[in-house]
Nanobody, 120 residues
Framework: QVQVAESGGGLVQAGGSLRLSCAIS????????MGWYRQAAGKQRELVAG???????NYEDSMKGRFTISRDNAKNTVYLQMNSLKPDDTGVYYC??????????????WGQGTQVTVSS
């Protein structure tokens, strides 16, 4: 079994910062791509940032320069540093990872999400 656990969400004023963490545990063979998505109320889930196993990174355009994704392969953890937060950044942030599990193959795994609320 694989567990994906996000942490670090909360309430912050506009212009503030938060750091999200996502720790993956369980019977893992390999973690390939990791990423963060967010879903605002009444909207579809959208990609925030992704990072491959080789370290290639991509960001949604509106996050470039404000958000930084990183990963610690030794800890099976991905981070999202969010600076200069805006009220539009409010939403539930989900961690996603493509994980190879021995004898089961590769699949996408999602966390339960962590709420980020940015007040104006």
């Amino acid at each position: 079994q694989v567990q994906v656990a996000e942490s670090g969400g909360g309430l912050v004023q506009a212009g503030g910062s938060l750091r999200l963490s996502c720790a993956i545990s369980g019977r893992i063979g390999r973690i390939d791509r990791m990423g963060w998505y967010r879903q605002a109320a009444g909207k579809q889930r959208e990609l925030v940032a992704g990072i491959t196993g080789e370290g290639t990174i991509n960001y949604e355009d509106s996050m470039k320069g404000r958000f930084t994704i990183s990963r610690d392969n030794a800890k099976n953890t991905v981070y999202l540093q969010m600076n200069s937060l805006k009220p539009d950044d409010t939403g539930v942030y989900y961690c996603n990872a493509k994980i190879f599990v021995p004898f089961r193959g590769s699949a996408d795994y999602w966390g339960q999400g962590t709420q980020v609320t940015v007040s104006s």
